[in-house]
């Protein structure tokens, strides 16, 4: 089912009234999804400030180079896809520790299902058999009956179609993200998704960057199931990856978008 993002967050962003106050009636899941800063490839955990180290709460992260759920932490070095990326993170880290803050005392769990890969165009996602059979094997293993959870979608990935030689690619990102996200909701059979999404800033030396944002900008404007997550005054030191602040950065400005999108 498609939600209407914009109506649920009216008021954030420059809006003139507040969101209603969120009330969680299930289990909370965040599906992580990207390529590069999905992992991060700058933000080592070993730099984590304190009250981000050692578990986060009770939330669970089932990642797609882990063997099953584990403790959100940082001592949990995600199995990485490139030996570079032992003992890294992202936003996931400070989203975990604000929901667990936000709804202490809450019955419901929170979870993360994390499926990235460096490189990625939008076009390794859609059809990815693997990955909708991860996503699909962790949700049953959180419940049988899918009315005990609610999930919210973050999509990190847009880089790769930016890319050289990916000049058509950059310029059918909105209609290629169209037949993904309907595959998507088709494959997961989620009664409902909001994605958040986002935005991309303008690195040196990717040639067809504004093409992406063009047709970010469309996505936003027509597709009512999605929310932007900012990222322009967010500081990339090699152009196209966040460091640690930015990490920590993204995961907040999830999690105050994502606590109004679950039920």
Avoid at 141 to 159: L, P, T
Wanted: net charge negative; hydrophobic share 40%.
């Amino acid at each position: 089912m498609i939600t209407n993002i914009l109506s649920i967050l009216s008021g954030q962003g420059g809006g003139s009234s507040a969101p209603p106050i969120p009330i969680s009636t299930r289990h909370r899941v965040l599906i992580y999804l990207g390529q590069s800063n999905a992992i991060n490839v700058l933000s080592q955990s070993e730099n984590l400030p304190t009250y981000l180290q050692g578990n986060i709460g009770t939330v669970q992260l089932r990642n797609n180079q882990g063997s099953g759920w584990v403790n959100l932490g940082s001592q949990y070095a995600p199995p990485p896809d490139h030996a570079i990326w032992s003992h890294h993170f992202t936003g996931e880290i400070n989203y975990g520790y604000l929901m667990t803050s936000f709804w202490q005392g809450s019955v419901y769990n929170d979870y993360i299902i994390k499926y990235a890969s460096s490189g990625k165009a939008i076009s390794w996602f859609t059809g990815n058999t693997a990955m909708y059979t991860f996503i699909n094997n962790a949700l049953a293993s959180i419940s049988a009956n899918e009315n005990d959870y609610s999930v919210v979608m973050y999509w990190d990935q847009h880089e790769s179609d930016a890319d050289q030689g990916m000049e058509a690619e950059s310029l059918a990102y909105a209609a290629n993200w169209d037949i993904f996200e309907t595959e998507f909701l088709a494959t997961v059979n989620l009664r409902k998704c909001p994605v958040l999404l986002r935005r991309g800033r303008i690195p040196f030396g990717v040639p067809y960057w504004k093409n992406i944002q063009d047709q970010q900008n469309i996505i936003f404007a027509n597709d009512t199931n999605v929310a932007e997550i900012p990222c322009q005054d967010i500081i990339f030191p090699d152009e196209l990856h966040f460091d640690e602040p930015g990490s920590i950065e993204i995961g907040k400005r999830i999690m105050e978008k994502a606590i109004y999108l679950f039920d």
